[in-house]
């Protein structure tokens, strides 16, 4: 069965279940109500305050256990830190529909792959997915209908995967809003370790360094927070129990990252030891560059705050 969506964006799920009601399932049903989906959502979440939370706004029918939120699902979706994936998946396993596509929205893709695909029985689909949006806040107020507008959906289908089961997920995201692409697994992890875990890593440190420095200066760091610091440390306030999770889970492409990171810092701070303005000015007109980049592929905006406030203002 298939429920309509406006606009000839067809969702072909009927029953939609979220497993984990934070920042990205309440987005995801968010989205769904906003593109017109006429089907079934249901929900769980962990711990009751979570769960009684998402019931008052609306979220989804909720339910006490993984395995009443996926019975009769078409559609599930894991959407728990990485860590957590693999003992949801083995909980909601005897409860899956028979045909069903089991789904995650996790940050990385090899670690949640190996603990989930083992669990999963034979007649369910398993096609890993990573939503490349979010925002440093969680929880199931956190969600707003907007988040994947224009943002990256990356599907890493594995190599026995279903063909129909991808086009649903595709067109699923693609009426949420997302461009979806489809990756390797291991490339995902290389790539994400670039553009997304070691900048987080390196926030949290410029954090941990004002915070040191906060002892010697007595709170200037905070007060005078230039939007250098401000702007390049807003994600080091990204949920710890996510990032760790991120971290343990993707460890040698985010060392190798790092790696390279601590080269070229080395190499930085050579040039500003050794005064060679021309190295560093070419340095600097190349990075401009390529950060406008990243502007001009409608992947951020312009604004000093990067247009969240406008965007999260929609729900
Ligand atoms: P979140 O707002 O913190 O929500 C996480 C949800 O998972 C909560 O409902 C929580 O329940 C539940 N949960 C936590 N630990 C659990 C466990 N051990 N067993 C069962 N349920 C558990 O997180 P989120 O930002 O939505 O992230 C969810 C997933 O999306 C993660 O895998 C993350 O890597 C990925 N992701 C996040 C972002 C981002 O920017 N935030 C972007 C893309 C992808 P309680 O509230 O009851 O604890």
Known sequence: MTAPAPEGRAIPFAHVALIGLGLIASSISHALRRAGFAGRITGTARSAETRRRAAELGLCEVFDTPAEAVAGADLVILCVPVGAMGAVAQEIAPALAEGAV??????VKGAVVAAVAPHLPPGVHFVPAHPLAGTEHSGPDAGFAALFDNRWCILTPLPDFDPDAV?????????LGAHVDEMEVARHDLVLAVTSHAPHLIAYTMVGVADHMRRVTKNEVIKYSAAGFRDFTRIAASDP????????????ATLEI???FTEELFMLQRAIRMEDGPFLHEYFTRTRAIRRGIIEAGQDTAAPDFGRVVAEGRK
Do not use: H, I, P
Request: no cysteine; charged share 25%; glycine share 6%.
């Open 102 to 107: 089991v789904s995650d929205v996790g940050s």
């Open 167 to 175: 086009a649903r997920l595709t067109a699923f995201w693609t009426a």
């Open 241 to 252: 129990t996510m990032w760790r999770d991120v971290f343990l889970n993707n460890k040698e």
């Open 258 to 260: 790092l790696g390279r």
